[in-house]
Each structure stands twice: as structure tokens, then as C-alpha cells.
């Protein structure tokens, strides 16, 4: 099993970045797909979650309006539109699932079993 995340990058305030994180493993499907950052000298922090069907989703109250996550499960990859990024954005993103068998949703870092490596986004203001 194992979670690739991808698209991180150096912005200015204003534009837009798209981070992708692929899923791969035999028969891994996970219904709970998230994403989390953590800025220098802070904790990892939820961003955004999604179900299996995109039925669902979920976001930290700094990031609703301007970052959108989707995915498509024919890919089995997981999405995470940001855009109108803040200075405030920058930090190390992280995608993460839950076990396959769980439908719902947490905040909380310690519900996601599976972890990518972190792509980091840097906005400059």
C-alpha cells in the first residue's frame, strides 16, 4: 500500500496549485481520502477529506471556498484544487486514507492509517 503525492511547488499569493495523490497497492480502494499540512514549528493540521463516492466532503474552516478536493476512483487518485493561496498556505502537504473499511470521515491526524510523503507548497507574498 502506499499513498504518492505530487504538484507541490513555489507560488505567489493569488495563483493557483493542484496536488494530486495516487494510491496504489494491491486491492487498496480507500473510501476515506484526506489531506493535511504542517507548517515549520507546527503540528500537522487537517485540510481536507473526501468519501468514495465525493458525496462528502469536508473542510478546515482556513481553507473552505478556496480549496476544492475531489477524486477519481478509476485512478484511484485524490485531488486537491487550491486556489487564492495565502502565505499562510505554505507548508508540507500530506495525503493520507483511512483503513478501507471505514465510511467516515475524522479531522484528526491519528484516524489515517496510510500516509503519502509530503509535497511542499511555498507562497511567497
Known amino acids: 500500500v502506499q499513498l504518492q503525492a505530487s504538484g507541490g511547488g513555489l507560488v505567489q499569493a493569488g495563483e493557483s496549485l493542484r496536488l494530486s495523490c495516487a494510491a496504489s497497492?494491491?486491492?487498496?480502494?480507500?473510501?476515506?481520502m484526506g489531506w493535511f499540512r504542517q507548517a515549520p514549528g507546527k503540528e500537522r493540521e487537517f485540510v481536507a477529506a473526501?468519501?468514495?463516492?465525493?458525496?462528502?466532503?469536508r473542510y478546515a474552516d482556513s481553507v473552505k471556498g478556496r480549496f476544492t478536493i475531489s477524486r477519481d476512483n478509476t485512478k484511484n487518485t485524490a485531488y486537491l484544487q487550491m486556489n487564492s493561496l495565502k502565505a499562510e498556505d505554505t507548508a508540507v502537504y500530506y495525503c493520507?486514507?483511512?483503513?478501507?473499511?471505514?465510511?467516515?470521515?475524522?479531522?484528526?491526524?491519528?484516524?489515517?492509517?496510510?500516509w503519502g510523503q509530503g509535497t511542499q507548497v511555498t507562497v511567497s507574498s
Open positions: 497497492g494491491r486491492t487498496f480502494s480507500p473510501n476515506i
Open positions: 493520507a486514507a483511512r483503513s478501507t473499511g471505514i465510511t467516515v470521515i475524522s479531522i484528526a491526524p491519528s484516524g489515517y492509517k496510510y
Open positions: 473526501i468519501n468514495w463516492s465525493g458525496g462528502t466532503t
